[in-house]
């Protein structure tokens, strides 16, 4: 399945392509936690990204957020041509991966992005910001090109 449509398709057709792990979280929860495999971390086999929760005691709640997570981390790694321009204002998984295809056609110089979106470049870094995930993989993505680290 191509990116686009792995960040689009339901949550079915996405878990189709995953192998699931449950284990046992440590941490905050008290017995429950301790005693019960209720961590999710889910492993998309064909590219072998993962992402992990194990932030509620419930295993299907952690399950989502997992499937959440994947969604970004294969909008995080997963690059293609630039084509469709993102939606600014959203950042749904989709916008993200195509908010990095241009980043990373443009060496990831936020000012040239902003121009080519027709955004301020601060308004660009206020709206990533909004995503502290995003706007973390931004800078990392910055500091191995040699650039500065930037904020909001």
Do not use: W
Not at 42 to 71: F, M, W, Y
């Amino acid at each position: 399945m191509k990116r686009d449509d792995l960040l689009t398709c339901d949550d079915n057709a996405l878990l189709a392509e995953c192998r699931l792990d449950f284990f046992k979280a440590t941490g905050k929860g008290g017995q429950k936690r301790n005693k019960t495999s209720s961590a999710v971390r889910l492993i998309h086999v064909p590219t072998g990204i993962q992402a992990a929760d194990c932030s509620e005691r419930s295993q299907l709640r952690n399950r989502i957020n997992a499937l959440k997570k994947l969604r970004y981390e294969l909008a995080f790694k997963l690059r293609e041509p630039p084509g469709e321009p993102p939606e600014i204002g959203s950042l749904r998984p989709i916008d993200t991966a195509r908010l990095f295809d241009l980043f990373d056609a443009v060496a990831f110089d936020h000012a040239a992005a902003a121009a080519q979106l027709g955004v301020s470049p601060s308004k660009l870094l206020k709206t990533m910001s909004r995503r502290p995930a995003v706007f973390a993989f931004f800078n990392e993505c910055r500091v191995r090109r040699g650039l500065s680290v930037l904020h909001a």
